[in-house]
């Protein structure tokens, strides 16, 4: 059974920084693309930044290029979301999912979810 475990999400002050992990277990292939997401309150989810397991292709998406870097350990089975420069816009649940194919970072539905991780940026 494929699982993902979110955390590192907390209360950090306008400017900081964070690093979220995603541990992955029971995947079947070593073919996948792991994305982080973020939802706001009152706003829809929101793809912040994905990475493929074949090609290493990474991608982010505008509003945090340049601040976020998504990196993979597949020693210990992690995705990481290190996050710096944080602004109040950051502030949202953020969650880690999975799906199988593993180049590319394809757009298209994810399979598999964890849970969230509460991320609060203070002004």
């Known amino acids: 059974e494929v699982q993902l475990q979110a955390s590192g999400g907390g209360l950090v002050q306008t400017g900081g920084s964070l690093r979220l992990s995603c541990a992955r277990s029971?995947?079947?292939?070593?073919?996948?693309?792991i994305g982080w997401f973020r939802q706001a309150p009152g706003k829809e989810r929101e793809k912040v930044s994905c990475i493929s397991s074949r090609d290493g292709v990474t991608w982010y998406t505008g509003s945090v290029k340049g601040r976020f870097i998504i990196s993979s350990d597949d020693v210990k089975n992690a995705v990481y979301l290190q996050m710096n420069s944080l602004k109040p816009e950051d502030t949202a649940v953020y969650y880690c999912?999975?799906?199988?194919?593993?180049?590319?970072?394809?757009?298209?539905?994810?399979?598999?979810w964890g849970q969230g991780t509460l991320v609060t940026v203070s002004s």
């Open positions: 029971g995947f079947s292939t070593d073919a996948y693309t």
């Open positions: 999912a999975t799906r199988e194919y593993g180049y590319g970072c394809p757009k298209g539905e994810y399979d598999y």
